[in-house]
Protein backbone atom coordinates (compact mmCIF):
# COMPACT_ATOMS: atom_id res chain seq x y z
CA UNK A 1 0.00 0.00 0.00
CA UNK A 2 2.65 2.62 1.01
CA UNK A 3 4.61 1.82 -2.29
CA UNK A 4 1.37 2.70 -4.20
CA UNK A 5 1.35 5.78 -2.70
CA UNK A 6 4.75 6.27 -2.82
CA UNK A 7 4.49 6.00 -6.86
CA UNK A 8 1.32 7.97 -7.07
CA UNK A 9 3.28 11.28 -5.42
CA UNK A 10 5.89 10.09 -7.65
CA UNK A 11 3.63 10.74 -10.78
CA UNK A 12 1.78 14.01 -9.72
CA UNK A 13 5.36 15.36 -9.31
CA UNK A 14 6.41 14.66 -12.50
CA UNK A 15 3.53 15.59 -13.82
CA UNK A 16 3.90 19.28 -12.66
CA UNK A 17 7.43 18.98 -13.38
CA UNK A 18 6.15 18.25 -17.03
CA UNK A 19 3.65 21.40 -16.70
CA UNK A 20 6.14 23.73 -15.38
CA UNK A 21 8.64 23.56 -18.26
CA UNK A 22 5.59 23.52 -20.50
CA UNK A 23 4.67 26.84 -19.25
CA UNK A 24 8.21 28.14 -18.74
CA UNK A 25 10.18 27.51 -21.92
CA UNK A 26 8.12 29.79 -24.09
CA UNK A 27 8.87 32.29 -21.10
CA UNK A 28 12.42 31.58 -21.30
CA UNK A 29 13.16 33.73 -24.78
CA UNK A 30 11.67 36.82 -23.22
CA UNK A 31 13.66 36.14 -19.39
CA UNK A 32 16.87 35.78 -21.44
CA UNK A 33 15.95 39.06 -23.71
CA UNK A 34 15.40 40.91 -20.35
CA UNK A 35 18.51 39.55 -18.70
CA UNK A 36 20.62 40.80 -21.72
CA UNK A 37 19.26 44.62 -21.25
CA UNK A 38 19.70 44.48 -17.53
CA UNK A 39 23.25 43.74 -17.92
CA UNK A 40 23.71 46.31 -20.61
CA UNK A 41 22.00 49.07 -18.45
CA UNK A 42 24.27 47.94 -15.48
CA UNK A 43 27.65 47.81 -17.34
CA UNK A 44 26.74 51.37 -19.35
CA UNK A 45 29.06 54.10 -18.44
CA UNK A 46 26.40 56.47 -16.94
CA UNK A 47 25.28 53.36 -14.46
CA UNK A 48 28.86 53.11 -13.60
CA UNK A 49 29.70 56.51 -12.92
CA UNK A 50 26.23 57.48 -10.62
CA UNK A 51 26.89 54.22 -8.96
CA UNK A 52 30.65 55.43 -8.25
CA UNK A 53 29.35 58.80 -6.73
CA UNK A 54 26.99 57.05 -4.90
CA UNK A 55 29.68 55.09 -3.27
CA UNK A 56 31.63 58.34 -2.53
CA UNK A 57 28.67 60.17 -1.26
CA UNK A 58 27.97 57.14 1.45
CA UNK A 59 31.42 57.26 2.18
CA UNK A 60 32.05 60.98 3.03
CA UNK A 61 28.91 60.69 5.39
CA UNK A 62 30.17 57.33 7.05
CA UNK A 63 33.60 59.47 7.53
CA UNK A 64 31.52 62.56 9.06
CA UNK A 65 29.57 60.48 11.58
CA UNK A 66 32.39 58.69 12.64
CA UNK A 67 34.17 62.62 13.21
CA UNK A 68 31.74 63.19 15.58
CA UNK A 69 31.83 59.91 17.60
CA UNK A 70 35.42 60.56 18.11
CA UNK A 71 34.86 64.27 18.90
CA UNK A 72 32.14 62.40 21.91
CA UNK A 73 34.58 60.24 22.89
CA UNK A 74 37.49 63.41 23.18
CA UNK A 75 34.95 65.09 25.41
CA UNK A 76 34.58 61.91 27.45
CA UNK A 77 38.32 61.80 27.90
CA UNK A 78 38.04 65.33 28.46
CA UNK A 79 35.69 65.30 31.25
CA UNK A 80 37.88 62.18 33.04
CA UNK A 81 40.97 64.16 33.39
CA UNK A 82 38.99 67.42 34.84
CA UNK A 83 37.32 64.85 37.46
CA UNK A 84 40.91 63.42 38.80
CA UNK A 85 42.75 66.45 38.00
CA UNK A 86 40.31 68.83 39.91
CA UNK A 87 37.41 71.12 38.84
CA UNK A 88 37.77 74.67 37.21
CA UNK A 89 40.37 77.19 36.84
CA UNK A 90 41.54 79.69 38.94
CA UNK A 91 41.67 83.35 38.49
CA UNK A 92 45.14 83.09 36.93
CA UNK A 93 44.52 80.77 34.83
CA UNK A 94 46.12 77.94 36.79
CA UNK A 95 44.44 74.86 37.01
CA UNK A 96 43.06 73.80 40.50
CA UNK A 97 44.29 70.88 41.78
CA UNK A 98 42.51 71.22 45.15
CA UNK A 99 40.37 67.68 44.67
CA UNK A 100 43.56 65.27 44.05
CA UNK A 101 45.15 67.14 47.48
CA UNK A 102 42.09 66.29 49.06
CA UNK A 103 42.60 62.37 47.91
CA UNK A 104 44.82 60.20 50.27
CA UNK A 105 47.61 57.74 48.36
CA UNK A 106 45.44 54.86 47.69
CA UNK A 107 41.87 56.83 45.98
CA UNK A 108 44.59 58.98 43.75
CA UNK A 109 46.50 55.84 42.43
CA UNK A 110 42.92 54.33 41.90
CA UNK A 111 41.74 57.40 40.13
CA UNK A 112 45.06 57.64 38.14
CA UNK A 113 44.65 53.89 36.86
CA UNK A 114 40.99 54.77 35.90
CA UNK A 115 42.31 57.67 33.76
CA UNK A 116 44.95 55.66 32.19
CA UNK A 117 42.71 52.63 31.27
CA UNK A 118 40.43 55.01 29.63
CA UNK A 119 43.73 57.06 27.85
CA UNK A 120 44.72 53.68 26.41
CA UNK A 121 40.99 52.92 25.40
CA UNK A 122 40.72 56.24 23.73
CA UNK A 123 44.09 55.19 21.94
CA UNK A 124 43.34 51.90 20.54
CA UNK A 125 39.77 53.69 19.31
CA UNK A 126 41.56 56.57 17.14
CA UNK A 127 44.21 54.09 16.12
CA UNK A 128 41.49 52.23 14.69
CA UNK A 129 39.52 54.49 12.97
CA UNK A 130 36.32 54.86 15.07
Known amino acids: MAERIKNLFRAIEIAFAVIFMLWAFPKLPSAVEF ?12 FVFLLGNLIALVLFYESRSLQ ?4 AAAAEEEEAVTEVAGSGFEDDGRRRMGAAAEMNGDELRRA ?19
Do not use: D, T, Y
Not at 68 to 71: K, L
Not at 116 to 129: A, D, L
Open 35 to 46: ARRLFAVVLSHP
Open 68 to 71: GAAA
Open 112 to 130: SEEFIEKQVVFHKRENMGF
